[in-house]
């Protein structure tokens, strides 16, 4: 069988040590879900007080073999977890970013990992928004996804892993009788579903994570053995340009068997798309400010500026180099509430870092760019 931590005094201060891990949390009646500073997603049936189904489900991104973000190897929380007062899009909320810097042998992409965790009264369920920012000075290309620790009923080993191609949900149950859990990837194809036996030290190797990760294949049934599972599944490679921002989005369900899983998974859908329908809309009416990184950077000669701005005053947009001297003025007058795109075209000027600021009545904010001929 599974030893999660070591025996004797090595037991007890490891527990007490992983009881201590700050964490926010939130109960629907049906589910209870724990969030750690570290980007841990824990998972239990009814309440907080119920039984574990999940001990853990975390981001994983792999570039190469080398370049890895991973729980274990890179995650350091940057905004700590936090209940969200009055959330806006469900009854529940849990907000917290984690960034790279645990990681000191550079073997780590330089990542911003924001986890939006939502969830809603009497809902077997929840919906997870991972939203990623690249914080590189080039482009990356990513394979992203979620790695899986199951602890159905309260114990480890002999469960299943099941991939239900109708549906396009991973199945997880014990036979012959469990809590079932679901997990589907929402907003984008899922090319990589991957299930090994765990074992000790498995997460502390770059290379196996990205092999795993960016598989490329579904398994579509494993059957563990007496230490358990742990499952991969995951994107297509991305390209996240520097500056730039890749959002997914993953379901999670649980039910008494596998109808009823999949029918919150249902629930937890629609739940996503009233979501998505909404965050889209708001694009169109912005709530507040917001001054995007230009893409691409760096780039040559010419670049897309992206601003918003949530009432109509005048506006300011202009470039200046590194001396503060302004070398373009791009907009002058009063705009209307709204999002906008301007295109900047530097053909007249020399390669090198510059600055772009946009200045209205009540808002203001300066952001860089490089430009390589």
């Not at 960034?99 to 969830?119: A, F």
């Not at 080039?138 to 114990?155: H, P, R, V, W």
């Not at 194809?189 to 502390?204: Q, V």
């Not at 809309?281 to 897309?304: A, I, M, R, V």
Request: charged residues 15%; aromatic residues 14%; hydrophobic residues 35%.
């Amino acid at each position: 069988m599974r030893f999660k931590y070591l025996l004797g005094v090595a037991f007890l201060f490891i527990a007490f040590v992983m009881q201590e891990i700050p964490a926010q949390s939130f109960q629907t009646g049906e589910i209870g879900i724990v969030v750690s500073n570290f980007g841990r997603v824990r998972v239990l049936k009814d309440s907080l007080a119920g039984v574990r189904q999940i001990d853990r489900s975390n981001f994983l991104a792999g570039v190469n073999a080398n370049y890895v973000f991973s729980y274990l190897l890179s995650a350091e929380p940057e905004d700590s977890m936090k209940n969200i007062e009055n959330p806006q899009l469900s009854d529940y909320e849990i907000y917290g970013s984690v960034n790279n810097s645990y990681d000191t042998t550079g073997q780590s992409p330089d990542m911003l990992v924001k986890h939006n965790v939502y969830g809603w009264d009497g809902g077997a369920y929840t919906l997870v928004k991972f939203s990623v920012i690249n914080r590189e000075s080039g482009a990356l290309d990513t394979y992203m996804g979620m790695e899986i620790i199951s602890q159905l009923d309260g114990s480890y080993g002999l469960e299943s892993i099941k991939y239900l191609s109708d549906s396009k949900t991973i199945s997880i149950y014990r036979e012959p009788n469990s809590t079932f859990v679901g997990y589907k990837l929402l907003s984008h194809n899922m090319p990589t579903l991957k299930s090994i036996e765990w074992y000790d030290g498995y997460n502390t190797s770059n290379p196996d994570l990205f092999s795993w990760i960016s598989y490329g294949q579904i398994d579509t049934l494993y059957d563990s053995g007496g230490d358990g599972a742990v499952s991969f599944f995951g994107t297509e490679a991305t390209n996240i340009q520097a500056g730039g921002e890749f959002i997914f989005w993953v379901g999670i369900s649980i039910g008494d068997n596998e109808a009823e899983m999949l029918t919150n998974m249902s629930l937890v859908e629609a739940k996503y798309s009233l979501i998505t329908s909404v965050e889209e809309s708001s694009l169109l009416f912005p709530t507040d400010y917001q001054l995007k990184q230009n893409y691409p950077n760096p780039f040559n000669p010419s670049t897309k500026i992206q601003f918003s701005i949530p009432q109509s005053e005048y506006v300011s947009l202009k470039i200046y180099d590194v001396l503060g001297n302004e070398v373009a003025g791009l907009i002058n007058h009063d705009l209307s509430a709204g999002s906008y795109d301007v295109q900047f075209n530097a053909n007249n000027l020399s390669s090198g870092i510059y600055f772009y600021q946009l200045i209205t009545g009540s808002y203001s904010e300066t952001k860089k760019m490089n430009l390589i001929k």
